[in-house]
């Protein structure tokens, strides 16, 4: 569900929004952008705010993806430096109506990965309609410190990041 009210002063009495992704209206009257996208892609979006002086203009460069990560981050929090953290999990979510191929996953170096999403010889990789897979990451220091560093997954030929974060001791 995507929710954005444009920005308004000097008492517009109408607005307007040209371009949305199908999915999304907007409210002429109160100027609210609501609905949930059924395309994915990069918008360009055209808005108008019209009151007594005139109309402004402005354009909303939008991106909607059918594909995210969640969460974004993950903090391990102090480890000792020669041991594997426990894992938490990132889940692949696929909003879209066709399912995705997972082609690469990889982590920084000190994070690891214990299970992956991609194809095995058990499962065919593919993240059906509506569905998600569970990404299990560990965190293992190989020295004292701070370490930060990232999940980089490229799924149904988007390119998804989540922010990786623990302290060696």
């Known amino acids: 569900e995507f929710r954005r009210v444009l920005f308004r002063s000097n008492t517009p009495t109408s607005f307007n929004a040209r371009g949305l992704p199908a999915g999304l209206t907007v409210n002429t009257g ?3 952008i609501s609905g949930t996208p059924t395309a994915s ?4 979006v055209a808005l108008s705010a019209v009151n007594s002086g005139g109309t ?14 969640s969460p974004t981050s993950l903090s391990f929090g102090s480890v000792d430096v020669g041991v594997t953290s426990s894992t938490q999990d990132i889940l692949i979510i696929n909003h879209g109506s066709t399912g995705v191929s997972v082609s690469s996953l990889t982590t920084s170096p000190q994070f690891v990965t214990v299970n992956r999403c991609v ?6 990789g593919v993240i059906g ?6 990404i299990f990451v560990a965190f293992a220091p190989t ?3 701070s370490v930060n560093g990232s999940l980089n997954v490229m799924v149904g030929g988007q390119a998804l990041v989540a922010t990786l974060s623990g302290m060696g001791s």
């Open 119 to 124: 194809a095995n010889g058990v499962w065919n």
């Open 129 to 134: 309609p509506g569905t998600h897979c569970y």
């Open 41 to 44: 892609g990069a918008f360009s």
């Open 30 to 32: 109160t100027g609210l």
């Open 143 to 145: 020295a004292a410190g």
């Open 56 to 69: 402004g203009n402005a354009t909303l460069a939008l991106t909607v993806t059918n594909v995210v990560l």
